[in-house]
């Protein structure tokens, strides 16, 4: 597999997801100071690749399966940034994570760096390496970038990567689970999250593993609330056929 950067604007690039191995797409942030790259792959080429990129990096996880976080471990980064729920599986990519957490302990207890972002105030101090997000975190960088949890019927825990008011990375959010043949929503997390889309300023949303993974989030929207309407009463879930 040869790897492609694609452009999307002066400052937003993604390499594409492939099949085999299974490897999300690996959004290209370009700041300032910092490159920031939303969720790493699972694909050793691609962390390759990242790693000749002579910038320091921030990660942020989108969530925790392994063709979004595989290359955890491979790829040379300063700060990576996660929800707790992705946090359960670092140990499985990076054996010494315990130890590392543990050691930016003293550190953090005294107040020099942000080890669990909670609020605005968490980008004007220095982030330690493990950042554990509960609440929106915005960064300026010569880009402005939010960070925000997004309920979703997929995964659990999910963050999503607002950039310049413009564009969403919504990671596999968009995606319900599977069963036999139906596709399952949580009618709850669906209608949170269709609220959230609509609260954000940006204007288009990229969905990963998609041959046009960049659309209008209007249309998005349009298209979760047409999935939403098809909930029947006292029921939690909503059950669409795959054959639709």
């Known amino acids: 597999m040869s790897v492609e950067q694609i452009k999307i604007t002066e ?3 993604y390499i594409k997801a492939s099949d085999n191995p299974l490897s999300a797409d690996v959004i290209l ?60 599986y670092f140990q499985h990519y990076i054996p010494d994570y315990a130890a590392q957490r543990f050691a930016e302990l003293p550190a953090a207890l005294a107040g020099a760096l942000i080890g669990t972002a909670e609020d605005d105030s968490a980008t004007e101090k220095k982030f330690s390496r493990y950042v554990t997000v509960f609440d929106t975190v915005k960064i300026q ?24 008011e413009e564009f969403i990375f919504v990671g596999d959010s968009l995606y319900s689970k599977v069963e036999g043949d139906c596709y399952v929503y949580n009618a709850q997390l669906l209608k949170e999250e269709i609220e959230l889309l609509k609260r954000l300023p940006g204007t288009n949303i990229f969905s990963s593993h998609e041959e046009r993974p960049v659309k209008a989030k209007a249309g998005v929207v349009r298209f979760l609330e047409q999935i939403y309407a098809k909930r029947e009463k006292n029921d939690a879930y909503i059950r669409v056929s795959r054959k639709e």
Do not use: C
Request: aromatic share 10%.
């Open 141 to 164: 960088d010569g880009v402005a970038l939010e960070i925000h949890h997004v309920p979703n019927s997929h995964a659990k825990g999910s963050l999503l990567l607002q950039v310049n």
């Open 11 to 13: 400052q937003i690039s």
């Open 29 to 88: 942030v370009d700041g300032q100071e910092y490159l920031y790259v939303f969720d790493v792959g699972n694909n050793e080429q691609v962390a390759e690749y990242l790693n000749a990129i002579p910038k320091k990096k921030r990660v942020i996880l989108s969530h925790f399966h392994t063709d979004h976080m595989g290359n955890v471990g491979r790829v040379q980064w300063e700060n990576v940034f996660f929800g707790a729920n992705t946090e359960k």
